[in-house]
């Protein structure tokens, strides 16, 4: 993996900074990484972790030939004209954004659940899921496996870097905003967010979900290859900065066990269950911010449906929920056959 190359895409973003950073982190040598972004931010320079700075390319003028992958995170916009480039130079592109995630000929992945998909699929282009749907599948998939999974009911509770840097800047904005009593007029969200939460991620849509509802819904299903699986989706913005959670009621189409499945998650790679209601040991966003794994806690059996589960997941979405899995994606895949098959 050290001697890979790579061009991330977006390297001036809070994801794309991430991605260079765990890169760093995992031994990639800075003369092996290309940050790209827009002719804006050409020029300028970003971290590489506690290592160097890097400068930054304009995208425009990047050739992708010559590099093993591109990790993408600038919009949906840019990848679809510029993934398509990054593959024909040769590059595998991961994709951070949604743009390609629903193709049926591309693999959606998150490393722990559905690796072996890549052999299905042979794809030079592979998709990072939606942040919040990653942490709920870590938990559903280990749970599927003892249980068969049937049916989701899920709300969120999105921190505002999941809108970028200018979301988290409309937080703290607002309220500095707010303690000098001056007025507030939102701009990256619908509504205030300072002391505030919003019932709405990205646009409504005609099914009167909002796009992020529909991601999860839709990636939940292709993800544990559950087609006909029941889902429905509440998204909610609330006055974080790093940290997404999930609150899931699950229904199984077996009896549920509570220590069998309590079991179950604490076995299940990338998972950490903190459970200890006596001393108040529960996740909270603060608690797993640049965590790697994804944290679940208040596991509980309903007391009149023995087929029903409830629990609650935290991770840090910014680096678990994009950068991270991107990176474990390409880790784990030139270890293996999937990789000459691709690249082949």
Known sequence: MQSKKFVVVGATGRVGREMLSILCEIGVNSKNVLAAASKRSAGSRVSYGNACSLEVHDLAGVDFAGYDFALFSAGSAVSEIYVPKAVESGCIAIDNTSFFRMFEQIPLIVPEINFVDLGRY?????????????????????????????????????????????GVDELLLQNSQLKGKNPVTPHCFKKQIAYNVIPQIDEFTNSLYT???????NETKKILNLPNLHITATCVRVPVIV?????????????????????????????????????????TPIDVASKNDVYVSRIRQHPDIPNVLSFWVCADNVRKGAALNAVQIAQRLVHTSYYNNITG
């Open 122 to 166: 042979n794809s030079r282009i592979i998709a990072n899921p939606n942040c919040s749907t990653i942490q709920m599948v870590m938990a559903l998939k280990p749970l599927h496996d003892e249980f068969d999974l049937r049916e989701v009911v899920v709300s969120t509770y999105q921190a505002t870097s999941g809108a970028g840097q200018k």
């Open 243 to 283: 940290g997404h959670a999930v609150s899931v009621y699950a229904k199984f189409a077996n009896n549920v066990d509570l220590v069998q499945a309590t079991e179950a998650l604490r076995k299940f790679p990338g998972v950490t269950v903190v459970d200890n209601l006596r001393k108040y040991e529960y996740a």
């Open 211 to 217: 796009k992020e509802e529909l991601k999860m819904m």
